[in-house]
C-alpha cells in the first residue's frame, strides 16, 4: 500500500508557486520544517488511536463473548484497517504540504484518483476476501465505518495543524550539537587506529 501511496503523490504535477520558488541548496534538508510538522501531527494522532484500539480493542469492540482467537483477529484487522484508511486520507494532505485546501486540484489528477480508488479496493479486497492469505477477518459495517472515520480525522487535524507556525531555522540544526560531538570522537578514535 505504501508503493501504492508513493506513485500517487509521485504523479501530482508541479504547481506554479512551486515552480516560482528559488532553488534549494544541496545542503539543505530535504525534509522541511512544514513537511516535520504535518508528519508529528499525524504520527501522533496514528500512534495514539491505534495503540488504544491496539491494547484495549477487545473491551471496546465488546468481544469478550467471542473466542480469544477470534477476538484478537477481530482487533488486529481491525488495527489494520484503520492503519491503512490513515494512510489513504494522509495521501491527500500529502499532496500539498502547505495548503489547507488538500481538495485543490485533486481532482484534475486522474493517476492519483486512480491510484488512491485501487488503493480502497484492494483494502476491501484483503480484509473481506483474502483473510486466508493475509491473516485478517471480515468486519461488519460498524468497524468499517469506525476505519474510515478514523483515517477521516486527519483532514480536519492536518487543516488546523497547517495554521501552527514553523521556525525558518531547520529542525536538524537543533541537533547538530548533540551529533557533532559524537562525529568529533568518533573521528578521533578513526585517526587513533590509522
Known amino acids: 500500500m505504501d508503493t501504492l501511496g508513493a506513485l500517487a503523490l509521485a504523479t501530482e504535477p508541479p504547481t506554479d508557486s512551486l515552480m516560482k520558488r528559488h532553488p534549494v541548496g544541496r545542503r539543505e534538508p530535504?525534509?522541511?520544517?512544514?513537511?516535520?510538522?504535518?508528519?508529528f501531527i499525524q504520527a501522533i494522532y496514528q500512534i495514539v488511536v491505534l495503540l488504544v484500539f491496539n491494547f484495549d480493542g477487545k473491551r471496546i469492540f465488546?468481544?469478550?463473548?467471542?473466542s480469544r482467537e477470534y477476538a484478537e483477529k477481530i482487533?488486529?484487522?481491525?488495527?489494520?484497517?484503520?492503519?491503512?484508511f490513515c494512510q489513504i486520507f494522509n495521501e491527500f494532505n500529502a499532496r500539498e504540504p502547505e495548503e489547507k485546501n488538500v481538495f485543490r486540484g485533486v481532482t484534475r489528477n486522474h493517476l492519483f484518483m486512480g491510484i488512491a480508488g485501487?488503493?480502497?479496493?484492494?483494502?476491501?479486497?484483503i480484509v473481506e476476501f483474502l483473510g486466508k492469505f493475509f491473516g485478517t477477518v471480515r468486519l461488519g459495517w460498524k468497524l468499517w465505518l469506525l476505519s474510515v472515520a478514523i483515517g477521516a480525522v486527519s483532514w480536519p487535524l492536518a487543516y488546523l495543524g497547517k495554521s501552527i507556525p514553523v521556525p525558518a531555522r531547520p529542525f536538524q540544526d537543533y541537533f547538530k550539537h548533540c551529533f557533532s560531538g559524537r562525529r568529533k570522537r568518533q573521528d578521533e578514535e578513526q585517526g587513533g587506529k590509522s
Open 30 to 39: 530535504l525534509v522541511t520544517n512544514i513537511m516535520w510538522r504535518n508528519l
Open 75 to 84: 482487533k488486529n484487522t481491525f488495527v489494520f484497517n484503520a492503519f491503512v
Open 62 to 66: 465488546h468481544l469478550h463473548n467471542e
Open 118 to 125: 485501487i488503493t480502497n479496493v484492494l483494502q476491501i479486497l
